[in-house]
């Protein structure tokens, strides 16, 4: 593979996909530039401009795709002219000499530049959504599979009523359905910058045409359909509007956010022992402490969120500077942040498909700790049995009360385990309710709806959503790059 074939950053050189770096490489660029001058003189062409002839066309056609050779050949007549679309002009019209003198008709630099960067925007979008549907796929199918396995719930990360594995789950899973609706609707909004002219007024193609507007406008619709997409932008200055840059890498942003938040519980859940990301038999989790399972997979996710998200200012203050019909300090985000925006969210994603293919989870851990505090959260279903077999229920809280202090010394002060039951089954004034006790504390009882709910979502919701991208769906294991 040349070095042109990638984009060239740390991200996407080690651990970015193969399609993703290529979108940004140098030749797709230079490549789709050609493709668009193309599709201009077709459609030029086709609309009676006799200056352009068949030879010309189909000399554009076959060499659109840049070779290294010219690459380096228009990096050096950069260094003379100082301009990179006139330099890569000179170098197409040495390659299709019959059409050297008719390429850029009409045209100015945004014409190659910006639609080439929408045409990117909207195909980084499909390699995203390909990704994001399998992580929403393999995660449901673990909500699935654990909606009827009770777990601790926690709030301020203090322990809570129950839930399950599954329903937990489904939490994460909703919240990437919401980052593939906002992707998607992104990307189908965007249209094409088309063809405008030095400051969006068409004034050239409307000199081409001889003051003919409605050829103008064929010749716009005609790019844009040749192109692939459904419509242009009815007005623009000489670039598109930077808030579509907003519009798109907002979405991405709000996918960092998601996988961050799921991260982070992961590797809590991780510390608890619960729950646990893949972990090789052969991997090492410190150089120091040999038994250590450091979470690092969830830590690089939440690395690669919180630097997607910091991107999303870059859109905002680059539109927010943009003078009159444009200006050129948006050239960082167009060659810095927008591929390292999409290289970032690429790399998050497969990630999120390597863990979410591998999770561990670890029932007699998770039963330990309902067992430890499920007592406390018993005991109102208690009270109320006592009250069922003619008890007074504010003696029996305040009884409940007095041996739940004792029992949380015991905990607390002691180390010792939770024995509020054992007190409770001591006490004679619960005899009423020994027999009763093993039901009262069963923790299938204090999880609710989950698995029901957990059970709707995933085959009504989820399958709803994923319904327009089941060719997209794979089976197939995704390696995490070291």
Not at 11 to 21: C, F, I, P, V
Not at 83 to 102: K, L, N, Q, R, T
Not at 158 to 177: C, D, F, I
Not at 452 to 469: H, I, N, Y
């Amino acid at each position: 593979m040349s070095k042109f074939d990638s984009y060239s950053s740390p991200l996407s050189s080690r651990y970015a996909s193969k399609e993703m770096s290529s979108l940004f490489s140098p030749r797709t660029r230079y490549s789709t530039w050609r493709k668009l001058w193309l599709n201009l003189a077709i459609a030029e062409k086709q609309l009676g401009l006799t200056a352009i002839t068949d030879e010309a066309i189909e000399q554009l056609r076959a060499n659109v795709i840049i070779s290294d050779e010219e690459i380096d050949a228009a990096t050096a007549q950069e260094k003379i002219v100082r301009h990179d679309v006139m330099s890569h002009v000179h170098v197409y019209g040495v390659a299709a000499p019959a059409a050297a003198g008719i390429i850029h008709l009409g045209a100015t630099s945004c014409f190659v530049t910006d639609n080439a960067d929408l045409i990117f925007l909207r195909d980084a979008c499909d390699l995203l959504v390909k990704k994001l549907v399998n992580v929403i796929d393999r995660l449901s199918a673990f909500a699935l599979e654990y909606k009827d396995m009770p777990v601790l719930g926690w709030t301020h990360f203090q322990p809570a009523q129950l839930t399950t594995v599954g329903k937990r789950a489904t939490l994460w899973v909703q919240e990437l359905l919401w980052d593939l609706r906002n992707i998607q609707r992104a990307r189908d909004d965007l249209g094409l910058r088309g063809v405008k002219g030095t400051t969006g007024t068409q004034a050239s193609f409307l000199a081409l045409f001889e003051g003919d507007h409605d050829k103008v406008e064929e010749l716009d619709q005609l790019v844009v359909e040749l192109l692939g997409f459904k419509y242009a932008y009815p007005v623009t200055g000489q670039t598109y509007s930077r808030k579509i840059d907003i519009d798109v890498l907002g979405p991405l942003a709000s996918l960092g956010a998601t996988a961050h938040k799921m991260a982070t519980d992961l590797r809590l859940l991780a510390n608890l022992k619960e729950v646990e990301e893949p972990f090789e038999s052969t991997q090492i989790g410190s150089s120091a402490m040999a038994y250590k399972r450091n979470p690092m997979r969830c830590e690089r996710v939440c690395s690669l969120a919180r630097h997607l998200t910091g991107l999303y200012q870059d859109t905002v203050q680059t539109a927010s500077v943009q003078w009159f019909e444009r200006t050129l300090d948006d050239s960082a985000i167009r060659r810095v942040t927008i591929p390292s925006a999409f290289l970032t969210a690429d790399i998050l994603l497969s990630t999120l498909l390597n863990i979410t293919s591998g999770l561990v989870v670890y029932p007699k851990v998770i039963e330990r700790r309902i067992n430890s505090e499920l007592p406390f959260m018993a005991t109102e279903n208690i009270i109320m049995a006592m009250v069922q077999k003619g008890q007074s229920r504010q003696e029996c809280h305040e009884k409940i009360r007095v041996l739940s202090h004792q029992a949380a010394r015991v905990v607390k002060e002691e180390g010792g385990d939770n024995d509020l039951i054992d007190r409770i089954k001591r006490d004679a004034y619960f005899a009423p309710v020994w027999d009763e006790l093993d039901k009262l504390l069963d923790p299938s009882t204090f999880i609710g709806r989950a698995p029901q709910q957990t059970e709707k979502f995933v085959k009504v919701t989820v399958a709803t959503a994923l319904a327009p991208f089941k060719t997209y769906l794979t089976t197939e294991k995704v390696e995490l790059s070291v």
